[in-house]
């Protein structure tokens, strides 16, 4: 079975300061990564994937992870936190192909991110 | 784009009704999936589809059923509701190959069983 953890409920960061939210997992083989980003009353966003390749993975609005297979971590980064950032983020895993489940994603339970003006 | 269309956004039943949650998608996308949001836990699978015809069980299928009779179309049964299907359901999906797991979600719609 696959699972996702994301030790902290809340996270706070001053604005310009740089932000990570912190995500571990667990799954057979090679590990498909990804986060996601919730706005209030809205579904999930796609923010960025790890598939193969490069351990820093880049995405949409100045976001970056970092695969870490040793300490199976996928932590969320960004150099710079700004006021609009803050939402529910959301870490997920899913087995690789030769696994059978490339597509069923395991979501982690959240974290909410408040960047403080 | 419309995306991802999830109806109704609101609803709230009696214990023991029954009601079915629409989901479509006009991006020719293979897979889609229902999950249930929770607080503090995360989202959870119910159900899948990796195309027309092909239904599966996610991590929590008790209490609903699926059908995909076309690609566009995948609704949510829930067949005798429960306080505990109190939940936001969110519909997803993606592409068959290539950019699997990048799901596109609908905006949820909010149950409320009393």
């Known amino acids: 079975a696959q699972s996702v953890a994301q030790p902290e409920d809340q996270v706070n960061v001053a604005e310009g300061n740089p932000l990570t939210v912190k995500c571990t997992y667990s799954?057979?083989?090679?590990?498909?990564l990804f986060w996601y980003v919730q706005y209030p009353n809205r579904g999930l966003q796609f923010l960025l994937k790890?598939?193969?390749?490069?351990?820093l993975v880049k995405g949409s609005y100045g976001f970056e992870a970092e695969f870490n297979k040793s300490q199976t971590s996928f932590h969320l980064k960004k150099p710079s936190a700004l006021v609009s950032d803050s939402a529910l983020y959301f870490c997920?895993?899913?087995?690789?192909?030769?696994?059978?489940?490339?597509?069923?994603?395991?979501f982690g339970s959240g974290t909410q991110l408040t960047v403080l003006p | 784009n419309a995306g991802v269309t999830q109806t109704p956004k609101f609803q709230v039943l009696k214990t023991g009704q029954s009601m079915t949650l629409q989901c479509a998608q006009d991006?020719?996308?293979?897979?889609m999936s229902w999950y249930r949001q929770d607080p503090g836990m995360g989202l959870r699978l119910i159900h899948y589809?990796?195309?027309?015809?092909?239904?599966d069980q996610g991590e929590v299928p008790n209490g609903y059923n699926v059908s995909r009779s076309t690609t566009e179309d995948f609704p949510l049964r829930l067949l005798s509701a429960a306080p505990s299907q109190t939940s936001v359901y969110f519909c997803?999906?993606?592409?068959?190959?290539?950019?699997?797991?990048?799901?596109?979600f609908g905006e949820g719609s909010r149950l409320t069983v009393l």
């Open positions: 997803a999906s993606s592409y068959s190959s290539g950019r699997a797991g990048e799901l596109f």
């Open positions: 799954v057979s083989g090679n590990p498909y």
């Open positions: 790890y598939i193969t390749g490069d351990n």
């Open positions: 997920a895993v899913s087995g690789g192909p030769s696994s059978g489940s490339a597509r069923q994603l395991t």
């Open positions: 991006m020719n996308h293979e897979y």
């Open positions: 589809s990796v195309g027309a015809g092909i239904t």
